[in-house]
């Protein structure tokens, strides 16, 4: 069974993230969502309020896992078995990260592979960052995330809809 490691922050949970999670399993049998606990970061969701906005998402998507890890990515591939990453490129500027990124996983652990998947167009200028302050404002996030996320983020910042 070919399985591949789809990590992030997710933090939260985006549509464009979503349409990759649906695009890695067209590729793959199974794909993990995992998102990373890395404690030097400043979330505004814990990763249990992330893991359950993820796992609310891929609910229709049989071949879709959520989990979470810390650490090393490469760390946590080889405890899963798998030495495919999926990543996401928006833009030509993701480029440059993203490779750094492949670069030094490989280095680590050289049976990595990293895939790097496009997103739809509707989703190249999304990021978690902009949707957080989109609802940070009380704007609506119609065609950005879920209804599911879009609650928990107006309670997170105690907007009222």
Do not use: W
């Not at 979330?43 to 896992?65: C, G, W, Y």
Request: aromatic share 8%.
């Amino acid at each position: 069974m070919a399985t591949a490691v789809y990590p992030g922050s997710f933090d939260p949970v985006t549509l464009g993230h979503l349409d990759l999670v649906q695009r890695a399993c067209r590729i793959f049998d199974h794909v993990i969502v995992a998102v990373s606990n890395n404690h030097s970061k400043k979330h505004t969701f814990s990763a249990a309020e992330r893991i359950e906005m993820l796992k609310n998402a891929v609910r229709d998507i049989p071949q879709a896992e959520v989990d979470t890890f810390s650490g090393l990515l490469v760390e946590y591939l080889k405890t899963k078995k798998a030495t495919t990453v999926i990543r996401g490129l928006r833009a030509v500027s993701d480029l440059e990260y993203e490779f750094q990124l492949a670069s030094m996983n490989r280095r680590l652990y050289p049976r990595t592979e990293t895939i790097f998947l496009m997103p739809d167009e509707q989703y190249t200028y999304l990021s978690s960052s902009m949707v957080k302050e989109v609802g940070r404002m009380g704007s609506a996030l119609d065609g950005m995330v879920s209804p599911f996320v879009a609650k928990k983020l107006r309670l997170k910042f105690k907007i009222r809809r």
